[in-house]
């Protein structure tokens, strides 16, 4: 029901925030689908999966040695730009990035200052509806 529900927006946003999450841990994101045998609403059973993607994660940097507090803010200040520019993807639809996406999305984390970003998510917000 809910793939067919006209009120679906606020689930999809809220499964890829999750993922976000769990992706931002480090994990695999695993979705299990549930739903009735048969259109007249039969019992409900857990479809198979389909073969998941092969993604490898990027792997993440060694901190440099001797890496001090301006270092630490520096390393803050681009995982909030980075959270930011999910949240204003997610506000615009987009929900299950690829591994390329998510490379784009550091990308610009790295290189666009504080204002920026924000301008840049509250485009996708508008752009979404959410605006």
Do not use: F
């Not at 784009?104 to 485009?123: C, G, I, N, Q």
Request: net charge negative.
């Amino acid at each position: 029901m809910g793939a067919e529900s006209p009120d679906r927006a606020p689930v999809l946003y809220a499964v890829g925030d999750m993922t976000q999450t769990v992706r931002a841990r480090g994990e695999e994101v695993t979705v299990a689908l549930w739903g009735p045998e048969d259109d007249a609403g039969g019992a409900w059973h857990l479809y198979d999966a389909p073969a998941a993607r092969e993604t490898a994660p990027a792997p993440a940097d060694p901190p440099a040695p001797g890496a001090g507090a301006p270092a630490k803010l520096a390393e803050r200040m681009t995982g909030r730009r980075h959270q930011v520019l999910l949240a204003g993807l997610s506000k615009a639809g987009l929900y299950d990035l690829s591994a390329e996406d998510g490379e784009a999305v550091r990308t610009m984390a790295e290189l666009l200052d504080e204002p920026t970003v924000r301008r840049v998510a509250h485009w996708l917000s508008v752009a979404g509806g959410q605006g």
